[in-house]
């Protein structure tokens, strides 16, 4: 793109974002009761003040893309400070639903900026990581990435929002691309398999497990070395290692039992199957697979998705929109919904890949991430993969606050992509 050309907009992404907005405010209207139809655009239902928010995703949309490209880069840390006080703000200011004091009441609105914050500190990784003489190899450097990703995430918990805080994991992705190794994502893993395995099997399985996997890859280990002539590996290290796991496995109950609260505990009991409770905790999700198992191959009519129609799934226009969209759509529709977000998350990647300055690129990896892990979180929790945290089905679940957000952090790399070829530090 030359000076003076225009910009070029990318139009599988806005085609993709277009489709899932449709379907989700379908699906919204559809798991309204029967008898609470009305005018599309009564503001008194949930599909009307939907399609509000709506039109103002649109307005939004048109002030990101007008706003000068080097903006967003600029002022990165000023709009990360912003979304931090917004965060403390809400200790003092908070309205509280449901248990959580994670919004601001605004005469008859609500809105929650942790929805906002995400895209703040994508913006905010973004612009630290692409200074010059900052590697993630320096551990100086490491830190301060980590404490960018961690600052909003400590405020979120305690609200409590731990299904927010959970999106900031998300940032692996990027953070990977530039240089991180995988052997912090394989601690992860290993630490979430620990704690869950102490969960559901005896501590001499787990320790069994740990000294076998440890013998395993000592003895690769040290095969590998032979082979390139390079010295044995220190036996020591993967004696601390085993030490470590297993300090850590046993100290796993006494954090599920004083640390987690019981709404928590209870959820993922359920999925662990080491309770059932279908009339209870696990009410939602019992609900939510029966609403997906009568849907079929392609969908019940709005007359006889009695699942949806009949308001037996709560928060089926939110958290559990995924399971409207399988009984009114069938496995047909819920496999478009979740290609549609395959295409989108790929379709941002190849975007990622192809920009010349390094702040689009990790920024768009950050709005790949928090995407993936949003979506895959989700429906997860509705199939009953899950435990159920509370995490939106972006651009489908209803709310302002999330459309909003979601909206604001796909359009501004978006535009930081349009203007590929002329954007420059």
């Not at 903006?71 to 908070?94: D, K, Q, T």
């Not at 248990?99 to 895209?119: D, H, N, R």
């Not at 305690?158 to 992705?173: I, K, N, R, W």
């Amino acid at each position: 793109m030359g000076i003076g050309d225009k910009p070029r907009y990318d139009p599988w992404t806005i085609l993709i974002y277009m489709g899932l907005v449709v379907m989700g405010w379908f699906s919204i209207y559809s798991a309204a009761p029967v008898v609470e139809h009305g005018s599309l655009l009564d503001m008194e239902m949930v599909y009307g003040k939907q399609l509000l928010w709506i039109g103002m995703a649109l307005f939004l949309i048109v002030i990101i893309l007008a706003i000068e490209v080097k903006f967003y880069e600029r002022f990165a840390g000023l709009i990360y400070i912003i979304a931090l006080i917004s965060l403390i703000g809400l200790f003092v200011f908070g309205k509280e639903i449901n248990g959580a004091v994670s919004w601001y009441g605004i005469g008859p609105m609500t809105l929650q900026p942790s929805e906002f914050a995400k895209c703040a500190t994508a913006l905010a990784v973004a612009k630290y990581l692409s200074q010059l003489n900052v590697s993630l190899k320096n551990p100086k450097d490491f830190m301060i990435v980590a404490g960018i990703i961690l600052l909003p995430m400590l405020l979120i918990i305690p609200q409590p929002d731990p299904g927010s805080a959970l999106v900031y994991a998300a940032f692996f992705f990027a953070l990977h691309r530039e240089g991180l190794s995988l052997w912090y994502l394989s601690l992860g893993v290993i630490a979430l398999a620990l704690f869950l395995g102490s969960l559901v099997i005896s501590i001499w399985w787990i320790f069994l497990i740990v000294v076998a996997v440890l013998a395993l890859m000592y003895t690769l280990s040290r095969k590998r070395n032979h082979k390139k002539r390079l010295p044995k590996p220190n036996p020591y290290v993967y004696i601390i290692a085993g030490i470590v796991c297993m300090g850590y496995s046993l100290s796993s109950s006494y954090i599920f039992e004083n640390v987690l609260k019981d709404r928590h505990r209870n959820r993922i009991n359920i999925v662990l199957g080491r309770v059932e409770d279908d009339a209870g905790i696990g009410y939602n999700i019992n609900q939510s697979e029966i609403a997906l198992g009568n849907g079929g191959w392609t969908g019940k009519s709005l007359s006889e998705a009695t699942q949806t129609r009949g308001g037996y799934v709560p928060e089926q226009h939110t958290d559990f929109v995924f399971s409207a969209v399988g009984e009114v759509s069938g496995f047909l529709g819920a496999t478009l919904v979740i290609v549609f977000f395959m295409l989108l998350i790929y379709r941002i990647i190849i975007m990622a890949e192809r920009q010349r300055n390094q702040f689009a690129r990790i920024y768009g990896y950050g709005v790949a991430g928090i995407f993936f892990l949003h979506f895959f979180v989700n429906i997860g929790m509705v199939i009953g993969l899950l435990p159920t945290v509370g995490i939106p089905l972006p651009f489908m679940s209803y709310g302002g606050s999330g459309l909003w957000g979601f909206t604001i952090l796909l359009f501004i790399f978006v535009k930081l992509d349009a203007h590929r070829m002329s954007y420059d530090h």
